[in-house]
């Protein structure tokens, strides 16, 4: 935990030198960028291999294991045996194997496991009173397998039960993930190099927003976006590192994002569909090349057959994806994932940011306060006293949510294409309110922000976007409650998105006038020095 912490203040630190190289690299004079620049690289350079550092806690990994094995326990087995199991039946089935094939340490039967139907909790004894349940779902020989492969587990990772693993919220991978995850997880064993091998091509996906953003802006901002990526608060709780494709949706949007600044317009639309069939949410990405297409066939009168083959390719991809899942997996499958989703997202938890977490927000500032609000000390009469409070609240969060989803459209169309995919962000943390990991896309509105020279507005976006990411960690080091700290970095992060939608809509001529009075190299537009980029 000692080395955690250091690797929170290592990473506060990396924020701040990007925040000060990031400004220098937009705002310095290009005849004196130019002599400065090497001495820039190295910085970013240095920012760079420690935020890596940082990410991977110093080589302490995850508890010591380069595999996250809570998150890797859901996804592999999630996938593995989706055919028997479901989306319902994992905890349940790791209890009953773990009975038959394991020696149980005393209390095991009074222990809990999460109910995932309802969320509830279910004492592990009465689920064993129906081992059928499970047993019934698999054939004699991928029971065996089953069993096998969880005490393979045991002894991968040197822990003893897995009951610890069994009070979360399940497997949620969409049916199309379990299709591309399965297909790994049935080829790769249980074992300590299978698992180091696909936790690696989650290091090689983002390893690879360095290529793409470099490919399409320039190589300042390629160091900054992946090492503000990989310094984020909100990757900083290891939950997600070391797991299985847990990184290709961001990949995905980021290389988007860089294919429309190169007019790979068709491309990118294959990108983005992935990553909406990946994790869904994504799919918001369309927001702004929907409201710049529609603008332009319904006000100036013109098809933009860019965009066109974008949402033709991003449509033909998604439905492709879809079906080919639904052949796999069959329609019981998809509507039991319909079921969990909806369970699941009328859950509250301590681990989502957005929108309706601030507006259900009533002063707490503890758990002292629960009582005083809920009535109560009990987390989940607090929780459900949380979700009247937001439905008392909706229309003014609807009205507030009505707000920001015209600024972002306001800013779409004022924005180049590459700029109107990136700043459909906000549409997620309004609409959706993501778990904290989740909002590590942010990364999109940092890139978006810093890409751009010799524009105040874009400076002030990016200030604004990584001073928020800073706070984060303030916060972190300041604020126990995470019930409050998380309503902060919410509050923070509505900010930021405030901000910078209102500086992407300022008027251009008054930011070109402005600019006008920083001098410059009589003569040289900046783009012969530094790039766009």
């Keep these: 935990m000692e080395l955690e912490r250091t690797a929170l203040f290592v990473k506060l630190g990396v924020l701040v030198a990007l925040l000060l190289l990031g400004l220098v690299k937009q705002l310095m004079q290009p005849e004196r960028y130019a002599r400065v620049r090497p001495y820039v690289l190295t910085g970013l350079i240095v920012c760079l291999v420690v935020g890596w550092s940082g990410f991977f806690v110093f080589g302490q ?63 592990i004894s009465t689920v064993l009173e129906r081992p059928e349940i499970c047993t019934d779902r698999f054939s004699p020989e991928r029971w065996e397998q089953f069993k096998s492969d969880i005490r393979a587990y045991h002894r991968t990772f040197g822990i003893g039960t897995l009951k610890a693993r069994i009070k979360d919220m399940g497997y949620n991978a969409t049916p199309m993930w379990n299709m591309v995850g399965s297909a790994l997880t049935n080829i790769v064993p249980v074992s300590k190099p299978g698992f180091v091998g696909l936790a690696l091509i989650d290091v090689a996906l983002i390893a690879s927003m360095l290529a793409g953003v470099w490919l399409a802006f320039s190589l300042e901002t390629a160091l900054i976006a992946v090492t503000f990526f990989v310094s984020l608060y909100t990757l900083h709780n290891l939950n997600i590192h070391g797991s299985i494709l847990r990184f290709d949706w961001v990949a995905c949007v980021v290389w988007a994002i860089c294919l429309t600044k190169l007019n790979r317009y068709k491309t990118a639309g294959a990108l983005v569909a992935y990553a909406a069939a990946m994790r869904l949410f994504p799919a918001l990405f369309v927001f702004g090349f929907g409201v710049k297409f529609l603008h332009g066939l319904l006000v100036k009168r013109a098809l933009d057959r860019r965009l066109l083959g974008f949402f033709v390719v991003f449509a033909v991809v998604a439905v492709g994806l879809t079906g080919a899942s639904y052949a796999q997996a069959g329609g019981d499958y998809w509507r039991e994932f319909a079921r969990k989703m909806d369970v699941h997202a009328n859950s509250l938890t301590s681990t989502r940011l957005g929108l309706k977490y601030v507006m259900m927000w009533e002063g707490e500032t503890s758990r002292a306060d629960f009582k005083k609000i809920a009535g109560s000390f009990d987390w989940n ?99 126990d409650f995470g019930w409050f700290r998380h309503f902060l970095i919410s509050v923070s992060i509505l900010a930021t998105i405030a901000l910078v939608g209102a500086m992407l809509i300022w008027r251009d001529e008054w930011s070109q006038s402005i600019m006008t009075r920083l001098p410059s190299k009589r003569g040289a537009p900046p783009s012969q020095l530094y790039g766009e980029g």
């Design 381 to 479: 009469v607090f929780l459900e006293h949380k979700k009247q409070v937001l439905k008392d609240r909706l229309p003014f969060t609807a009205a507030v949510a009505g707000l920001f989803i015209l600024l972002t459209a306001l800013a779409c169309l004022k924005l180049e294409d590459y700029e109107a995919l990136a700043f459909s962000y906000p549409l997620i943390f309004i609409l959706l309110a993501p778990t904290i990991y989740y909002t590590s896309i942010i990364v999109v509105l940092a890139l978006l922000a810093v890409a751009k020279n010799r524009d105040w507005r874009y400076a002030v976006s990016w200030a604004a976007v990584c001073g928020a990411m800073i706070l984060a960690f303030v916060l972190a080091v300041a604020v």
């Design 61 to 123: 990994f995850v508890r010591g294991h380069f595999n996250n094995y809570h998150d890797l326990f859901h996804y592999y087995f999630g996938s593995k045996y989706s055919a028997e199991i479901g989306y319902f039946n994992l905890y349940r089935c790791v209890a009953v194997a773990e009975s038959e094939g394991l020696k149980t340490p005393r209390g095991y039967l009074n222990s809990e496991v999460r109910n995932l139907e309802t969320y509830g909790y279910l004492k």
